[in-house]
């Protein structure tokens, strides 16, 4: 085999947990294959590469076999190879470290798992443990 489907190669070498998620992303134009946007229904060859945009960081895999049936996870390696750039995993790691959520202007309130990490984010550690019932009243009695 010469050719397969991107959809099918994606979710085969474990790119995409479903052929449905891996032809979606083609259809929002996540896909490109050696630059051009990619359909679910356009084959792979021998050597393409395929880039995956997962915000905030583009993945880019060489093509080194096409295949259209799903292989454990040690095969991987065989069946593809990933050349992504080493500045888009710096781009992955300042995103872990800043914590920002990136959210499109407008698409309205942050959720409860966003707020709790605002939350946890912004209060101080030592305030958590502290204990304010102290009376200074009894202090001044026992000089």
């Keep these: ?3 397969a489907r991107i ?7 474990r790119i995409f947990k479903t052929r449905t998620i891996a032809a979606e992303a083609c259809k929002k134009g996540r ?3 050696n630059g051009v946007q990619a359909k679910a229904a356009r084959m792979v060859k021998l050597g393409d590469i395929v880039q995956v945009r997962k915000p905030p960081i583009t993945y880019s895999f060489k ?3 096409t295949i259209e049936k799903r292989v454990g996870a040690k095969l991987v390696p065989e069946m593809m190879e990933n050349v992504t750039p080493s500045y888009q ?3 992955l790691e300042m995103s872990r470290i800043n914590g920002f959520v990136n959210r499109a202007k407008g698409t309205g309130r942050p959720t409860k798992k966003d707020r709790r990490s ?3 984010f912004t ?3 030592f305030m958590d443990d502290f204990n304010f ?3 200074f009243d009894d202090e001044e009695e026992d000089e």
């Design 1 to 3: 085999m010469s050719e």
């Design 7 to 13: 959809d099918k190669w994606m979710w085969a070498v």
């Design 31 to 33: 896909i490109s294959i």
């Design 63 to 65: 093509v080194l076999q």
């Design 89 to 91: 995993y710096e781009l």
């Design 118 to 120: 605002l939350d946890e």
């Design 123 to 125: 209060t101080p550690e």
């Design 133 to 135: 019932d102290f009376d």
